[in-house]
């Protein structure tokens, strides 16, 4: 009975309702899932370096804050992983 509104912030194509695609957030996103499965084999000291690297990519603005928190996000989940690690086995 009701239909959903779209607002100007809506992201489906008016003509086909199929999302319009950004080819530049693609190779984003590509480049972060590469980085997060980079993430979910560090050891502690990589992931030290890993997060300032990734403090110095921020502060220069080479790296957007969005996926400065979905990089954070992966770090603190392979954090908490290696931390079940160490209680499992000793």
């Known amino acids: 009975m009701f239909r959903r509104r779209r607002g100007s912030g809506s ?3 008016p003509l086909g309702g199929h999302p319009m695609g950004n080819k ?8 972060v899932e590469e980085r ?12 030290a370096a890993f ?3 990734m403090l110095t990519e ?3 603005g080479r790296i957007a804050p969005r996926e400065a928190s ?3 996000r992966a770090l603190r989940k392979r954090l908490n992983a ?4 160490l209680r499992e086995g000793g």
């Open 70 to 72: 979905v990089l954070d």
């Open 36 to 47: 997060i499965a980079q993430i979910e084999q560090m050891t502690l000291d990589q992931i």
């Open 51 to 53: 997060q300032s690297r």
């Open 11 to 13: 992201s489906c194509d």
């Open 24 to 31: 530049k957030a693609a190779g984003v996103d590509a480049d």
């Open 82 to 85: 290696i931390e079940q690690e």
């Open 58 to 60: 921020i502060t220069t």
